[in-house]
């Protein structure tokens, strides 16, 4: 096949240069403008591109999450306000569809109390039945990471906020948790710094409910950055690959929004995603994974399905590798990696609409040709059914 469309030299010259945005990061807003603009102010001076977005209880139904490589969910200000369920649903399938999720203190103690149901399943720890005030906690270091870990001690103390009376939560670890930091509570290690991996997304939680004078703590806003630099699980400026990727029904194969994700064979563990570079016939190049080894390739556009090229793809000083070909259904707009009637529910939303209209849902513009009609139905119709990999 030809691949002189998008030349591999100048793809990651430009893959490079948009690195330079750490990640594009959705801050949920806490409620609290004090507490956003701290937020906004640690993750931008990390290099991220950083959008402030409507309250966790407010977000409406449809929203684009994948649009951000990382989302961050702090709801203690207004801890009585529960998500609305498909938006839920829809952060659920955000991240087992590779994105990354970091939140505070309330998504757990939420959890115990019967709060947002339909995500708790996934959070990595479950209440222990009480919380703190205690002005400051010592964090000490459970299990060691390169990323959660640069720039910071063994241990520190964190100065701590107090919201509704509390200022951290005690959790009791899921056995499949990575315990980064915790503390000692009563003889018991207690984690304040956790998370782990879902499908093909990250999930990284604080016990605490990250306020101010957190933030104004040099140790904990580093610890804080590095958090989303965690979930991303961006290490892939090492040797890139090619191929292509073909989405049903998409004229214009640069509007197709491709990640890779990277598996690591050995332990199937994921350690890495790059966002794709595009030509108008779905040929793509994409950077790999600095570490060298042997990895899985999976694939994924925006409203496609996942898929893994045959065999795998071993890192070579120097080298790229041709993954090959593959085919997608388009059809997936919920992100929930099935085409099903949920995303005819979502296009129905949004059908017999254009830009700028209140309803409109890109994502639900199957074929790119800038309305939903019922040609972006037939689409959908075609793969119906079909699920990734």
Same mark, same amino acid.
Request: without cysteine; negative net charge; glycine residues 12%.
């Given at each position: 096949?030809?691949?002189?469309?998008?030349?591999?030299?100048?793809?990651?010259?430009?893959?490079?240069?948009?690195?330079? *945005?750490?990640?594009?990061?959705?801050?949920?807003?806490?409620?609290?403008?004090?507490?956003?603009?701290?937020?906004? *102010?640690?993750?931008?001076?990390?290099?991220?591109?950083?959008?402030?977005?409507?309250?966790?209880?407010?977000?409406?139904?449809?929203?684009?999450?994948?649009?951000?490589?990382?989302?961050?969910?702090?709801?203690?200000?207004?801890?009585?306000?529960?998500?609305?369920?498909?938006?839920?649903?829809?952060?659920?399938?955000?991240?087992?569809?590779?994105?990354?999720?970091?939140?505070?203190?309330?998504?757990?103690?939420?959890?115990?109390?019967?709060?947002?149901?339909?995500?708790?399943?996934?959070?990595?720890?479950?209440?222990?039945?009480?919380?703190?005030?205690?002005?400051?906690?010592?964090?000490?270091?459970?299990?060691?990471?390169?990323?959660?870990?640069?720039?910071?001690?063994?241990?520190?103390?964190?100065?701590?906020?107090?919201?509704?009376?509390?200022?951290?939560?005690?959790?009791?670890?899921?056995?499949?948790?990575?315990?980064?930091?915790?503390?000692?509570?009563?003889?018991?290690?207690?984690?304040?710094?956790?998370?782990?991996?879902?499908?093909?997304?990250?999930?990284?939680?604080?016990?605490?409910?990250?306020?101010?004078?957190?933030?104004?703590?040099?140790?904990?806003?580093?610890?804080?950055?590095?958090?989303?630099?965690?979930?991303?699980?961006?290490?892939?400026?090492?040797?890139?690959?090619?191929?292509?990727?073909?989405?049903?029904?998409?004229?214009?194969?640069?509007?197709?929004?491709?990640?890779?994700?990277?598996?690591?064979?050995?332990?199937?563990?994921?350690?890495?995603?790059?966002?794709?570079?595009?030509?108008?016939?779905?040929?793509?190049?994409?950077?790999?994974?600095?570490?060298?080894?042997?990895?899985?390739?999976?694939?994924?556009?925006?409203?496609?399905?996942?898929?893994?090229?045959?065999?795998?793809?071993?890192?070579?000083?120097?080298?790229?590798?041709?993954?090959?070909?593959?085919?997608?259904?388009?059809?997936?707009?919920?992100?929930?990696?099935?085409?099903?009637?949920?995303?005819?529910?979502?296009?129905?939303?949004?059908?017999?609409?254009?830009?700028?209209?209140?309803?409109?849902?890109?994502?639900?513009?199957?074929?790119?040709?800038?309305?939903?009609?019922?040609?972006?139905?037939?689409?959908?119709?075609?793969?119906?059914?079909?699920?990734?990999?």
């Amino acid at each position: 096949m030809n691949q002189a469309r998008v030349p591999l030299s100048i793809a990651l010259v430009a893959l490079a240069a948009a690195g330079l *945005a750490q990640s594009k990061i959705g801050v949920l807003s806490s409620g609290a403008p004090t507490i956003d603009a701290k937020v906004v *102010a640690v993750l931008s001076a990390d290099g991220n591109e950083v959008t402030l977005l409507p309250r966790h209880d407010q977000t409406p139904i449809g929203f684009n999450f994948f649009a951000y490589d990382s989302i961050y969910l702090q709801p203690n200000v207004f801890f009585s306000s529960v998500i609305p369920d498909l938006v839920q649903v829809d952060l659920k399938n955000y991240v087992r569809g590779g994105g990354g999720l970091v939140t505070a203190e309330w998504a757990i103690w939420g959890s115990g109390s019967g709060y947002n149901a339909s995500m708790s399943g996934d959070w990595f720890g479950t209440y222990a039945g009480s919380y703190s005030s205690n002005p400051s906690l010592s964090a000490s270091t459970v299990t060691s990471d390169p990323v959660i870990h640069a720039g910071l001690p063994a241990s520190f103390t964190i100065p701590l906020d107090s919201v509704g009376g509390g200022t951290y939560t005690n959790v009791t670890a899921k056995s499949e948790a990575q315990v980064f930091y915790g503390f000692q509570d009563g003889g018991v290690t207690r984690p304040v710094a956790f998370g782990g991996q879902r499908t093909l997304g990250r999930i990284f939680h604080y016990a605490t409910v990250n306020g101010v004078a957190q933030f104004n703590d040099p140790n904990f806003a580093r610890l804080f950055q590095n958090s989303f630099r965690w979930v991303k699980g961006k290490s892939v400026d090492g040797p890139g690959i090619r191929g292509r990727y073909t989405l049903l029904a998409l004229a214009d194969q640069t509007q197709m929004r491709l990640r890779v994700t990277y598996q690591n064979v050995s332990n199937n563990l994921i350690v890495g995603t790059a966002d794709a570079v595009v030509d108008a016939d779905g040929f793509f190049t994409a950077l790999g994974p600095s570490t060298p080894g042997t990895y899985r390739v999976l694939l994924k556009a925006r409203t496609g399905l996942t898929r893994r090229p045959v065999g795998t793809y071993t890192t070579q000083v120097g080298q790229e590798a041709n993954v090959g070909e593959v085919v997608s259904h388009n059809g997936d707009i919920d992100g929930d990696d099935e085409i099903t009637v949920f995303d005819y529910i979502q296009l129905s939303f949004a059908f017999d609409t254009v830009p700028g209209d209140g309803a409109w849902d890109p994502d639900a513009d199957l074929d790119g040709d800038g309305a939903v009609t019922v040609f972006d139905y037939i689409t959908l119709s075609n793969g119906f059914g079909e699920a990734g990999m």
